[in-house]
């Protein structure tokens, strides 16, 4: 009898053993995002150029390390109600905007690239 009760708890943990077989885990499909997307400015972003202001009606932009692909940073501001553009090209020196006189400015920057694609404008 008491062989029987010992096989009979033998045997039922070799089956409750038996049933813990690892599953597999599944991982759901992953969804493919086909939405468009914008395109990278190739400027960097406001907080990372500086326009500094500086005597005699000068602004001295202090660039970050641009793109390769940047062929030229083109600035619009108004000046005494006028519309002004300034190009630069050289990126290894700070670039230098002359005013009329004293004020706040908005500076408006775009980049234009090699490829001649136009980023978004950016104004500081």
């Not at 029987?4 to 493919?32: A, H, N, R, W, Y």
């Not at 406001?46 to 001295?60: L, Q, R």
Request: hydrophobic share 40%.
């Amino acid at each position: 009898m008491r062989g029987i009760k010992l096989g009979m708890l033998v045997s039922c943990i070799v089956l409750s053993l038996s049933s813990c077989v690892k599953d597999t885990l599944v991982f759901p499909e992953q969804e493919v995002d086909n939405t468009p997307k914008e395109p990278i400015d190739v400027i960097a972003k406001p907080s990372d150029v500086k326009i500094e202001g500086a005597y005699d009606y000068h602004f001295v932009i202090k660039w970050p390390m641009m793109s390769d692909r940047v062929a030229k940073v083109v600035v619009d501001y108004m000046d005494n109600g006028e519309a002004k553009t300034k190009e630069f090209s050289d990126f290894s020196e700070d670039g230098v905007i002359e005013t009329s006189q004293f004020g706040e400015y908005t500076f408006t920057m775009k980049t234009i690239s090699k490829s001649e694609l136009i980023s978004k404008p950016v104004a500081i």
